[in-house]
């Protein structure tokens, strides 16, 4: 394969670009792209990437290739979740604070990613074409995203690794929360924790509105009725003692305040 570049881009001399009056495209025209020529196609595998979703002929509907997108992306994004929440529970058993926040910050970016995919399907497909695209999905249900049950399986091995944190250095939740000025790396620690259990059961209110407004409240998923299965989800929480503390302190706060109207 000779020079792919466009010379008027790339200063390089090419004596077989005839058209020099390039709109912002990288390649010689006639370039096949796509086809694995580059390192970066080779890299990336974009010939095997590209080629796993329906080519418009196999497509219930137009808008399929959106449900695909949304889903394989929605899969990528939490690989890499997966593969940091390990190094999470690594870093944590090891003591190494830092570490483990670093994880968890790109996880919940990874998170915040994932419900705006939920939020982008949702206003853009169409009840009609859902209903076609349905019918080729064969028994498939998002309770079989192996990301998903796989992040399930993980989350609670974030709680024992923070559990056990807490034995090493002998404290309980009620200091890190009370005493915060001085336990502010478990503090932070905490709250992170509670910030990838609030985007967790973010992401899942987001998807039951999108089912929602896609295919209705009442209706029958092959898991059931739809939204009955999807509330049940929404109310699971991974570090109940997190939340617990916030009640506890409230209510014990809650006697000083005694509900008094403000004074004028
Ligand atoms: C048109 C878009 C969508 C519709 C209509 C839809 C519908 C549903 C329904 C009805 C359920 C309940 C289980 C069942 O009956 O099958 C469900 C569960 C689920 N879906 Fe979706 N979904 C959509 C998009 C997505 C996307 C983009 C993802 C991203 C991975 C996803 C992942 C899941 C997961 C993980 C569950 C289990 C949820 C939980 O345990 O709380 N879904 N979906």
Known sequence: MGEPFDSELTGKSSTSNPHPDVTGRYYIPGFPIGEGKTDYEKYLRTPELLSLQKTPAESASPEELLFQVTHQTSELWMKLMLQELKHLVQAMNEDKLWVALRSLRLVHDCQRILIQQVDLIGSHISIVEYGKIRLVLGQGSGMESPGFNWLLEMAPKLGEAFDQLLVRRQISIRQIYTDYHNHLELHTLAEALMDFDDLFHKWRA??????????????????????????????????????????????ESGVAYGGQPLSS
């Open 206 to 251: 987001h998807h039951m509105a999108l089912v929602a407004r896609t295919i209705g409240t009442e209706s029958h998923s092959l898991k059931g009725l739809a939204t009955q299965v999807l509330q049940k989800g929404v109310k699971t929480r991974f570090f109940p003692e997190l939340l617990e503390i916030r009640s506890t302190l409230t209510n």
